[in-house]
Structures are given as C-alpha cells and as structure tokens.
C-alpha cells in the first residue's frame, strides 16, 4: 500500500489524502485534481506543491487569537 496527496489542479492544493493497494488495480483521482505519492513524507491537507519543482509547503500556521484586556 502507498499514500498519496490529492492534489487540485487549479491550486496545487492537497485536498486529501489516501492510502492506495495499487496492487489491486488503477484508481483515478476525482475531476480537477491529480495524485503524487507521498510515502515517508510529512505531508497532507492544505500543503501546496510546486510540479516544477517537487516541493511541498506547508499552509501557515493559524494566529493566536487576541487575549482579551480587562
């Protein structure tokens, strides 16, 4: 079994993740998106990945949110 990213087309965004037995056949990807094994990576929802380059970056870190002043 492998895992791969599933990636949009659009904004080689990673929308998803699955892990695949490509031994038990092909499996196409949905509409808009392409897949790219990910095996030993730590890689998943919300990285994007550059095709010309094979790099993945990960999406920003979520702010803190403001502590209130009393």
């Given at each position: 079994?492998?895992?791969?990213?599933?990636?949009?087309?659009?904004?080689?965004?990673?929308?998803?993740?699955?892990?695949?037995?490509?031994?038990?056949?092909?499996?196409?990807p949905p509409a808009g998106?392409?897949?790219?094994?990910?095996?030993?990576?730590?890689?998943?929802?919300?990285?994007?990945?550059?095709?010309?380059?094979?790099?993945?970056?990960?999406?920003?870190?979520?702010?803190e949110p403001?502590?209130?002043?009393?």
């Open positions: 079994m492998s895992t791969y990213a599933v990636i949009n087309t659009a904004t080689n965004i990673c929308d998803n993740v699955v892990v695949w037995d490509d031994t038990l056949g092909p499996w196409t998106h392409y897949i790219i094994s990910i095996d030993g990576l730590s890689v998943g929802i919300g990285f994007s990945y550059d095709p010309a380059t094979g790099i993945w970056t990960a999406p920003p870190s979520p702010e403001a502590t209130p002043t009393q």
